[in-house]
């Protein structure tokens, strides 16, 4: 599957990395939602996006996986809707599993955060209403990166943030 996927330029879908892969990206990655989206958030040059999104803004999660950076930014900003978009089917059941919980706990409110199992374009997000789009640690595993962007660019505001985390790779001089 991995050579013909080369062959064809269609990448390896999500769910062929086995059932255990989704689970340790979960554990990795959600203890880095949890703690730094709401310290990023606290940078001085972000006000104008915590403004926004202190008084109901929209937030655009490309790439949620278990929806933990959705959760996360809708704890923190409780007025804010999360459109939380992932093509990937198992990643989604997942997503939905902890968005139950958390507003069973009582840590989101109900519908504020809207899943999507889809891919952008085909997600109901109206145009020019989304005030932030984040893709986090997922760009790298998308066959289509750039189709993925362009497919989110009429749903932003004119003056919408984009917020991009990936893997850093260290890269080691010989010198």
């Known amino acids: 599957k991995l050579i013909q996927s080369f062959k064809d330029d269609n990448g390896v879908p999500y769910a062929l990395y086995g059932k255990k892969f989704p689970e340790f990206v979960e554990k990795s990655h959600s203890k880095i939602y949890q703690t730094q989206i709401k310290e990023w958030l606290k940078n001085e040059d972000l006000k104008d996006l915590r403004a926004a999104l202190g008084k109901g803004g929209v937030v655009l999660d490309l790439g949620c996986g278990n929806g933990w950076s959705s959760i996360s930014v809708a704890e923190e900003f409780p ?7 992932d093509c990937d ?19 989101v409110k109900a519908d504020q955060i809207i899943p999507h199992c889809c891919y952008a ?5 109206p ?31 004119p003056d919408a943030a984009s917020w991009f985390l990936s893997s850093q790779t260290r890269i080691l001089s010989l010198n």
């Open 127 to 157: 145009k020019g209403s989304v005030d932030l789009v984040m893709l986090f640690i997922c760009l790298h595993d998308m066959y289509n990166p750039s189709e993925v962007l362009a497919s989110a660019v009429d749903m932003l505001k």
């Open 89 to 107: 089917e198992t990643s989604m059941e997942k997503a939905n599993l902890n968005f139950a919980e958390a507003v069973s706990n009582k840590r």
């Open 79 to 85: 007025n804010t809707t999360v459109h939380a978009v």
């Open 121 to 125: 374009h085909e997600a109901n997000i």
